[in-house]
């Protein structure tokens, strides 16, 4: 069967009546409880019914052809929209029936994660999801379900967060996790207290890992009346809680109190603002975790009001402070002061935002948006530029783009590299020859390392797990990436930058709640001239939403860089754009 042949079946009464043998005694007690007759056999007491297990019957038959790989996602190698299309019509179709079953149906669905049938290679494995895309599936399912507001469906979805298994080994507990995250996900995007409150509620008796996706949904949708709440987290034992708490307070108060936008706040919204501030200035001075300082000073500069200012440059003193502390959250508070100033300050001092405040803090006025970014200058960078953007940190991974299209020839028309206009080369070898002098740049004890990626991915110096390993700068590692990994590298290969991405920010299977992928770097470049191509994910909005989802709590600065002709690479500013970093066009 493929994807826009089988269309729902004829659903008006009479001319349709499901046989009963094709329901589950489980899914047929469900229906029965949900329908005003029992005798759903006979014409003229079924007729109320027999639309709804029309649409169920309809929509099983499509899951099941779904998981199969009957039914895929992809044609000719591009998302096939009839497909996702067809898909969603039989979501919205069942969905219209806002009942209890048809959230339980559909939540297979949001669940939902084929495999090849039979024993299949690992590369078999990754070809069979690309082409059944079920992240787009799940996403659609979820969505369906948040839309259904009939009686049960809160408690339902809450009862899935309470189940026993979630604590068991083996696969059982797996199914019952995979499921409790969805439930969460679906919760997040409901209207309504009583998502809110039982998520707040399953925040705190669930095994870490979920417990943290309960905050971390919750920081998406969080609003004034938990504050309290997360204010409380802050205290927590484990850094990524508190970081998905500063992310709820952020986004609880930003809709109120950003001066660009409000005249005036309420009262009580100020106490609330105040009270925060107070809580984030002192994670910013005392906490140990650069992951945990990064979030303070993104939700601070978020509440856009000039009240953060005191907190952002006591902050940035007490950084400076940190001699053992080899991050770069000096550079991001400085940043963050000038753009939210529009002040032009040199950095390392905090001196002199001391003194801007107390000559200006009462009568200033935040930089509108834009307003505060400064042009690059060279003496502004920490070390040197890299493509012309500034290179602020001394922890720095690059991932390059080797597939066989950075072979490519370019002639160079603007100023972004250390070669001037009019500059004959490959794409490839321009990259190489700027690796090699910021190599050179770094002092002896930075720690760098480079992914290289085309239809595989290969990491430099790899740790045992294959993650990049922290390296130190030194004469024997400089000459091994100088004289040896660099000029060894020939462009072939389609693309596979999720499988890049994941080596740099840990998605698959770690990310957001593995304690033992903890990154040794705090900013990523990201280069490339194309699009993905190859590898478990091509979908370049899923890609995105990864990283982004990611990267909430890891907080890396991701800057990207783009080659040539435009080659399908916008995404690639998003990306930049999303994750606190900067995007360069190479042309």
């Known amino acids: 069967m493929s994807a826009g042949t089988d269309r729902f079946p004829a659903v008006s009464g009479r001319r349709y009546i499901p046989r009963m043998q094709s329901f589950t005694p489980c899914v047929l007690g469900v229906l029965l409880a949900a329908t005003p007759t029992a005798h759903l056999v006979a014409q003229e007491e079924a007729e109320p019914a027999a639309p709804n297990l029309a649409a169920m019957t309809a929509f099983q038959s499509w899951l099941d052809d779904y998981r199969s790989g009957a039914i895929r996602m992809m044609k000719d190698l591009a998302i096939d929209e009839d497909a996702l299309a067809d898909a969603d019509a039989r979501m919205e179709a069942l969905a219209s029936w806002n009942n209890l079953p048809a959230a339980q149906k559909l939540f297979e669905a949001a669940t939902v994660d084929p495999l090849p049938p039979g024993a299949r290679s690992s590369v078999e494995a990754i070809d069979f999801q690309a082409e059944l895309q079920p992240w787009k599936i799940r996403a659609m399912a979820r969505k369906r379900i948040a839309g259904i507001d009939a009686p049960g469906v809160d ?13 068991a080994k083996g696969d059982e507990g797996e199914a019952a996790r995979r499921r409790a995250d969805a439930a969460m996900q679906v919760l997040g995007l409901r209207d309504g207290p009583r998502a809110r ?6 925040s705190g008796k669930m095994p870490d890992a979920l417990r943290l996706r309960a905050v971390d949904v919750l920081s998406d949708c969080a609003d004034l009346g938990a504050l309290d709440r997360f204010l409380d987290m802050l205290r927590d034992r484990d850094d990524d809680v508190r970081i998905a708490a500063l992310n709820a307070i952020g986004t609880a108060l930003s809709p109120h109190t950003d001066e660009t936008e409000h005249d005036s706040i309420d009262d009580a919204v100020a106490g609330q603002r105040d009270t925060a501030i107070e809580a984030m200035q002192k994670i910013l001075e005392r906490d140990k975790t650069w992951q945990v300082r990064a979030a303070a000073c993104e939700n601070l500069a978020r509440l856009r009001t000039r009240h953060a200012i005191p907190a952002l440059i006591s902050g940035y003193a007490a950084e400076l402070k940190r001699k053992k502390d080899p991050w770069a959250m000096d550079m991001r508070l400085h940043r963050t002061l000038e753009g939210l100033t529009g002040q032009a300050i040199l950095p390392g ?10 000559a200006e803090g009462a009568s200033m006025r935040l930089a509108r ?6 042009k690059n200058s060279k003496e502004r960078g920490r070390y040197e530029r890299f493509f012309n953007i500034d290179l602020e940190s001394d922890r720095v991974l690059f991932v390059v783009d080797f597939s066989g299209s950075m072979q ?3 002639t160079l028309q603007t100023e972004t590299t250390s070669a001037g206009p009019g500059v004959e080369t490959t794409k490839a070898r321009l990259v190489v020859e700027e690796l090699k002098k910021i190599v050179m740049a770094l002092p002896d004890g930075s720690a760098f390392n480079v992914v290289v990626f085309s239809d595989n991915v290969r990491v ?7 993650v990049p390993e922290l390296v130190r700068m030194n004469d024997e590692t400089r000459d091994d990436l100088l004289g040896s990994f660099l000029d060894s590298l020939a462009p072939q290969g389609p693309t596979n930058l999720y499988g890049a991405l994941d080596a740099a920010v840990g998605f698959a299977g770690r990310g957001l709640t593995d ?16 699009a993905p191509s190859y590898g478990p994910v ?10 982004r989802e990611t990267n909430r709590l890891k907080r890396l600065t991701i800057h990207c860089v783009t080659f040539g002709a435009k080659n399908d690479t916008d995404f690639l500013r998003l990306l930049a754009e999303e994750n606190g970093g900067r995007h360069i066009h190479v042309e």
């Open 155 to 167: 408690d339902w979805l809450l009862a899935v967060l309470d189940d026993r298994a979630l604590r």
């Open 197 to 202: 409150l039982g998520l707040l509620e399953a």
């Open 349 to 358: 001092n905090a001196g002199p935002w001391e003194a801007f405040w107390k």
């Open 369 to 374: 948006k834009g307003q505060g970014t400064l």
């Open 408 to 410: 490519e020839p370019i």
């Open 460 to 466: 430099w110096r790899p740790t045992r797990d294959g």
């Open 515 to 530: 304690k033992h992928y903890a990154l040794g770097f705090d900013t990523v470049y990201v280069l490339s001239d194309g």
């Open 538 to 547: 091509t979908d370049k909005d899923e890609i995105r939403r990864l990283v």
